[in-house]
């Protein structure tokens, strides 16, 4: 039997589930000695009610805990979809066993791939540990200094602070004021055009001055003379460096908005929700990653996929060079793989892409190219 969450059902319950009613200065800090869990509540005209949704699912969800001799987990391969399972399987008290299901593609030869090598639930508790603590910490932060903020300033609407909002809202307020508050200063510099057989280039110099006095005292030096230098130009050093410069590492969901905010002004939500199409078509790998590295295991079948991308109307050449070559292994890691590895296109023709979606699905899949 299969069935599905859809999100958090259920969440960490609210300060009066814990005998904190109202908003007091004295109840402060609220610090539950254990957390409980509690279905997920929608707003109504009368306020907080348990969404019936939820209580539904869970009723459904239970019935088949019951009859199951094993749970395989097929949430979402990563923090909170380790979450999302381990509230509800503990939130209806079963005790199945389970095995997890971890996949970073939606094609068919993954997912089939994947339930050939299911994996012991306990190599997840870890993961489920870290996105606890998440959850608590959010709980802790949120509420406390929320309240404690609403009632110092008397404020009748409630002011919110967060775990991760609040930093953020320093950040871009810190940044906000060092540029209000930047003075700008004033400095010269001298230049000079060149005539290298009858190549023009302009030579700065080295050295700014504070006042413009410097600048002409140093100038009125070379001036006086057609070339500004009586006797020629004198090279008195040559430095040389051979440089190379390393290809770019795959993309990661960061690194992927950022450069979608800067060709196509999206933003980083924006990004996101594109993304999770892409990968719920099938088209790229999971999104949400952190890694811009892949294993040697994942790295055997980028031959394979380079050599689909030879029809790409802007990248086809390049595709076809590549499969001539051997392949740069910078991105190649897999002690630098997290829970999922770089953001990769599976293979998959895109033919039905258009507009952003297309956009996107490129940059992915000309950084693989690129890398």
Not at 249 to 274: C, F, G, P, V, W
Not at 278 to 307: C, M, W
Not at 309 to 316: S, V, Y
Request: hydrophobic content about 35%; glycine content about 8%; charged content about 25%.
């Amino acid at each position: 039997s299969f069935t599905w969450a859809f999100g958090h059902l259920l969440q960490l319950a609210p300060p009066q589930e814990y005998g904190y009613i109202g908003w007091r200065r004295q109840h402060l800090p609220m610090l539950p000695l254990k957390f409980k869990l509690g279905i997920r509540k929608i707003k109504t005209k009368d306020g907080l009610i348990e969404d019936p949704g939820v209580r539904k699912q869970l009723d459904i969800i239970k019935k088949l805990f019951d009859e199951a001799t094993e749970i395989i987990v097929a949430t979402d391969a990563g923090r909170e979809g380790e979450l999302i399972f381990r509230y509800i399987y503990y939130f209806l008290k079963c005790k199945k066993p389970f095995k997890r299901l971890w996949i970073s593609s939606q094609t068919n030869e993954a997912i089939k791939e994947g339930f050939r090598n299911l994996k012991p639930g306990v190599d997840y508790d870890t993961l489920f540990n870290s996105a606890h603590c998440r959850s608590e910490s959010d709980w802790l932060v949120g509420m406390n200094a929320t309240q404690a903020l609403s009632i110092s300033a008397g404020s009748k609407s409630v002011l919110s602070l967060g775990r991760v909002q609040t930093p953020t809202l320093a950040m871009i307020c810190s940044r906000f004021l060092e540029i209000k508050n930047f003075v700008p200063q004033t400095y010269y510099q001298l230049a000079i055009q060149v005539d290298k057989e009858g190549q023009l280039f302009r030579a700065m110099s080295l050295n700014n001055f504070d006042t413009k006095e410097e600048a002409e005292a140093v100038f009125e030096k070379i001036e006086d003379t057609e070339s500004g230098f009586p006797n020629g130009g004198k090279i008195s050093s040559v430095e040389a460096k051979p440089r190379k410069e390393p290809p770019p590492l795959l993309h990661d969901l960061s690194s992927l908005q950022q450069e979608a905010n800067k060709k196509k002004s999206l933003t980083a939500d924006q990004t996101l929700n594109i993304l999770q199409g892409l990968y719920e078509s099938k088209l790229i790998t999971y999104p949400r990653t952190g890694s811009r590295y892949i294993g040697d295991d994942v790295f055997a079948g980028v031959p394979q996929l380079i050599s689909k991308l030879t029809t790409h109307k802007d990248f086809g050449k390049q595709a076809e060079f590549l499969g001539t070559v051997a392949l740069n292994k910078r991105s190649v890691n897999a002690k630098k793989v997290t829970d999922h590895h770089a953001i990769l296109p599976t293979g998959e023709s895109p033919y039905q892409l258009t507009g952003d979606k297309l956009a996107l699905y490129d940059m992915i899949v000309g950084r693989m190219l690129e890398a």
